[in-house]
Nanobody, 115 residues
């Protein structure tokens, strides 16, 4: 089993920044991909950003404002979120792909932009 733990969520004013962190631990063979999804009530979970072999991909809505990067040795991925916009609170989920064992998800961390 692989444990995935997110941190860094909170309440921020429009235009502000937050950095989310995610650590994978446990029966990690090799983490081949890491990513962030978000979900607002009623809506489906949507991809925000992902990274694999140094290649990144972003949702159109966050391009130029969010940056995903990872520390391979620590099996940690970060999501730097700048110029945050007022929107409904969302839960951000981290997901990792373990070379052996498949995909794992964290419990989520809530982000709210208001003020």
């Amino acid at each position: 089993q692989v444990q995935v733990v997110e941190s860094g969520g909170g309440l921020v004013q429009p235009g502000g920044s937050l950095r989310l962190s995610c650590v994978a631990s446990g029966n990690v063979c090799r983490i081949t991909a890491m990513g962030w999804y978000r979900q607002v009530p009623v809506n489906e979970r949507e991809l925000v950003a992902c990274i694999t072999d140094g290649i990144t991909n972003y949702a159109d809505s966050v391009k130029g404002r969010f940056t995903i990067f990872r520390e391979n040795v620590k099996n940690t991925v970060f999501l730097q979120m700048n110029s945050l916009r007022p929107e409904n609170p969302a839960v951000y989920y981290c997901t990792v792909r373990n070379l052996v064992g498949g995909d794992y998800w964290g419990q989520g961390t809530q982000v709210a932009v208001s003020g």
